[in-house]
């Protein structure tokens, strides 16, 4: 008999969701086989069997909140007998037949006896929240993997041949309701993750001083700089010149004259990090996360554009792992990718500051008295605590950045 457990997560999460059972009550499991899906706080974490068995008891079902180190369901050894109405003590001869054609089926991916399809947890996230059963899911994956491009093809083609007629209650699902005066509504559960991210965000808002100053930057001489050097670039390291380096450099530059500005508060006490590792803020479809460049002062150009890069596509893919989010001395925001204008970003604490990048949009700049030219101008935003950091060091800080960002060659002579 073997328990499987909630594992640690991490020093903060004490807790978590339960998701999807990728297994049921008699069903066999593989050991090192996935058995559930949990959400947290920050990413989705797959908990898998430390012994092959049966599956004999689920102790939570999907949608409870359970603990660390809490019970969740029991695997049998093979062969022992459960008191479940539906699991059956099999003869060796079956058992060992059964578990061969397990064994055959699931090196095709294409389980037909009621076991949980292979899939990623992005495919299994937007399945979940379709409504869509997965077995009917065919996929072009050589070994049978269900993607999410898979479960998106599915629902579209399936569209048109739906019945409009109301589905089940679920704990997961939206329930329609209406008004007393008939106007239809709809109530939708907030995830686990937008959840925090609402109890955060409402939490610097009510225990921080925070301000939010402005400026703008002449983006002529970066976008010259990237046209020029763009195609070399990419062809000796693999990866495109975004803006995010410019930035981060630029950042990490200010941030060693201004270290206020990465630091944290604690008590009465200031914590000045002596080290520069950058939160990207990535953008998901259950919220924003905000995974962290570590040691973004020792890493140049291509170090840092391959790492968001690589950050964007596990957030994408749900793929983030909890060290990726952890910790983190400044943050870095890019609201222009969606077409802000202007905005006063939220800190993400207990971070001091964060730095937010707008759209870029051509407008009239007076070049001297006499002459005006139209230029890609950004606005910049930073928002900071105010109870340790001066408005004259907030101002300060993002005019160097400025600086920077339009004499971009400067910045390979910060240290």
Request: proline fraction near 4%; charged fraction near 30%; glycine fraction near 6%.
């Amino acid at each position: 008999m073997a328990e499987i457990k909630v594992p640690e997560l991490a020093e903060s999460i004490t807790e978590g969701t339960v998701a999807q059972w990728l297994k049921k009550t008699g069903e066999y499991v593989e050991k090192g086989e996935y058995i559930v899906e949990l959400e947290t706080d920050k990413v989705n974490v797959e908990i898998i069997a430390e012994e092959s068995g049966i599956v004999q008891e689920l102790k939570a079902q999907e949608g409870d909140t359970v603990l660390v180190g809490e019970t969740i369901a029991i695997v049998s050894d093979r062969g022992e007998a459960s008191d479940s109405k539906d699991i059956s003590v099999k003869q060796p001869e079956q058992e060992v037949e059964e578990t061969s054609i397990h064994k055959t089926e699931m090196s095709k991916a294409n389980v037909q006896d009621k076991q949980a399809p292979i899939a990623s947890p992005a495919a299994r996230k937007i399945a979940r929240t379709k409504g869509i059963d997965l077995n009917s899911i065919q996929t072009t994956d050589p070994l049978g993997r269900v993607r999410a491009h898979d479960v998106v093809a599915y629902e579209q083609q399936e569209e048109p041949k739906k019945v409009q007629t109301p589905k089940p209650e679920q704990r997961t699902a939206s329930i329609i309701s209406e008004l007393k005066d008939e106007k239809p509504v709809e109530r939708i559960r907030m995830s686990r993750r937008r959840q925090t991210i609402a109890s955060r965000l409402l939490d610097v808002q009510q225990n921080t001083a925070m301000l939010t100053t402005f400026n703008e930057v002449d983006m002529t001489n970066i976008m010259k700089l990237r046209s020029r050097r763009k195609d070399q670039f990419q062809k000796e390291n693999d990866i495109k010149l975004g803006f995010m380096s410019f930035f981060t450099k630029a950042v990490v530059a200010c941030l060693k004259k201004s270290p206020l500005l990465n630091a944290e508060i604690q008590g009465d006490q200031i914590l000045l990090k002596k080290y520069y590792d950058i939160g990207i803020a990535v953008s998901t479809d259950e919220g924003l996360v905000v995974p962290v460049l570590r040691d973004a002062d020792r890493k140049n150009f291509a170090e840092i554009e391959s790492d968001i890069s690589e950050f964007a596509v596990k957030a994408r893919n749900n793929k983030l792992a909890l060290s990726d989010l952890q910790g983190g001395t400044f943050t870095i925001t890019n609201g222009g990718v969606f077409g802000s204008l202007l905005s006063t970003p939220i800190l993400n604490g207990p971070q001091v500051g964060i730095l937010g990048m707008h759209k870029i949009q051509l407008r009239p700049v007076a070049i001297d008295e006499t002459t005006m030219e139209n230029r890609p101008m950004m606005y910049l935003a930073l928002s900071y605590d105010h109870r340790i950091i001066d408005g004259k060091e907030a101002v300060t800080f993002l005019a160097r950045i400025k600086a920077l960002l339009e004499d971009p060659e400067s910045l390979l002579f910060e240290a």
